[in-house]
């Protein structure tokens, strides 16, 4: 018997998951940290309060469960995509990470936007010139911190990070380095001719692999860091929508995957590379089977519920909320919010869009901002389960993950909104189990991701079935909801 360590660097915390090889998951651990805002637009963490927080929750789950904890036979990593993580050749960071949340780029997206268009990069890249992806991040720093830029000997996003912590091996893999506007999708490979067209240096990237491949294993220096025993296996890893996927059971055509994490996305398998010709959605590589995961992303979607519990509610806890959310009616009686918080991607792919609630009156309450706020990421949402539909990508079942599914209100919104039916893994960390079988897979453990899945990916009993009565509701609240965004966006 063996146990397997998969760990997801999100944009909140960073999470870790023990699974027995045979009897399932043994335990989880988190640690939490913030965003930081030194000015309006920006986001940024520090990598090494990313690598703090690792060696926290090993060391505890070290001590909650070191038997296990002595079997670790391989490791697996998800994080969070698109942000940009430069060090120097001493392996240091010269300047924080730049988040996927970040809205400072514009300048350098609407440059680079006009080179693709005259040099066709939209077939090559598949994806939107936006702010918060590397490449635009990447140019911010070479026009505007010219001594950082010179300094950086080698790019790679953060799940990235964490692995040259364990592994002291610098590398990178197809699904996040797809998600960085600077890879040819099609032919999962760095788009130098993009690259090199936009000045960037090309000794900046790093050799791509394949997820399930493996990069190293655990170093002294690792070891003494985090309790790993020194020579664990370590798998190159994915980004988090596609180890969400595999942990949600999602790694064929067929169902669709609702996350509402800190961000919000609408996400599908598919063996095909597909993209929006409108560049509404992303098309990135998926971890399985050399396949895509296509998606539409909403930027706030947890973190809406969650500015509006810190900044303006002062609640104590989203259970609290979610009991407010209970006692109003669907629709909460004419209140609409638009999560727009720090701009939006699908399927405006508009940064200056912001957020706001429509038609108070009187005779509304906390109570009824709260359901508004679910409700508007929901509506949010199903612009990009919309935009699937127009591509021919149809679900007839969503899957819930993130932090949403601790609301069985906020589920029956969704299954109401969607007007599909709605069900919930039993893991609660579907990006960490998605790792841990990354990493099965890789080192020999498990066959496929067939097998691993149907051994690991559960769902609960309860399914949640649209009510027709608030269906209906939603039905016409979301085409108010989407002529709202017509009439409000040129005010931004």
Not at 28 to 33: D, I, R
Not at 200 to 221: N, Y
């Amino acid at each position: 018997m063996g146990c397997i360590l998969g760990i997801d660097l999100g944009t909140s915390s960073v999470k870790a998951m023990l699974l027995d090889t045979e009897g399932g998951v043994i335990g989880t651990q988190a640690q939490t940290y913030d965003v930081r805002i030194p000015q309006a637009s920006w986001a940024e963490q520090l990598p090494q309060d990313w690598w703090d927080g690792v060696c926290i929750i090993l060391k505890e789950l070290q001590r909650k469960h070191p038997s296990s904890f002595s079997k670790i036979q391989a490791i697996g990593l998800s994080g969070q995509m698109h942000g940009l993580v430069m060090i120097d050749k001493e392996g240091e960071s010269v300047h924080p990470a730049i988040l996927w949340l970040d809205q400072r780029s514009e300048r350098e997206c609407a440059s680079v936007r006009e080179q693709a268009r005259q040099n066709k990069w939209d077939e090559v890249l598949q994806n939107r010139i936006f702010p918060g992806f590397a490449l635009p991040s990447l140019l911010w720093v070479k026009n505007n911190r010219r001594e950082v830029y010179e300094r950086i000997y080698k790019i790679m996003q953060p799940k990235d990070y964490i692995r040259y912590r364990l592994t002291g091996k610098i590398g990178a893999e197809v699904t996040d380095a797809s998600s960085t506007l600077m890879f040819d999708i099609e032919k999962r490979e760095w788009a130098f001719s993009v690259t090199d067209t936009l000045g960037l240096d090309s000794s900046l990237f790093t050799e791509c692999h394949e997820p399930t491949e493996i990069a190293g294993s655990v170093t002294p220096k690792a070891h003494r860091e985090t309790g790993l025993a020194e020579g664990i296996p370590v798998v190159y890893g994915a980004g988090d929508q596609q180890c969400q996927g595999v942990g949600n059971g999602v790694f064929q055509e067929g169902q669709a995957i609702c996350n509402i994490g800190t961000g919000g996305q609408i996400s599908v398998f598919s063996d095909k590379d597909i993209y929006d010709p409108l560049l509404r959605t992303h098309t990135f590589c998926h971890c399985c089977s050399q396949g895509y995961t296509i998606y539409g992303a909403v930027l706030c979607a947890g973190m809406a519920l969650k500015w509006l519990k810190k900044n303006i509610l002062h609640e104590e806890s989203f259970e609290a909320l979610s009991q407010k959310a209970s006692q109003i009616e669907a629709g909460s009686e004419g209140v609409f919010f638009f999560p727009y918080l720090a701009g939006e991607r699908t399927p405006h792919m508009n940064p200056e869009a912001k957020g706001s609630f429509f038609g108070l009156q009187l005779c509304h309450d906390e109570r009824h901002l709260v359901r508004a706020v679910m409700e508007g990421v929901a509506y949010a949402l199903k612009d990009s389960l919309m935009i699937l539909e127009e591509m021919g990508i149809v679900s007839e079942e969503i899957i819930a993950s993130g932090g949403a599914c601790a609301s069985p209100v906020w589920l029956q919104i969704l299954a109401d909104v969607f007007q599909k039916n709605v069900r919930v893994c039993e893991v609660k960390e579907q990006a960490c189990m998605g790792a841990c079988i990354l990493a099965g897979i890789g080192t020999g453990i498990f066959q496929d991701f067939d097998k691993a899945c149907k051994r690991f990916v559960n769902y609960e009993d309860i399914i949640y079935i649209p009510n027709p009565d608030a269906a209906e509701v939603y039905q016409k609240s979301y085409h108010t909801f989407r002529e709202l965004y017509n009439n409000l966006s040129p005010l931004f």
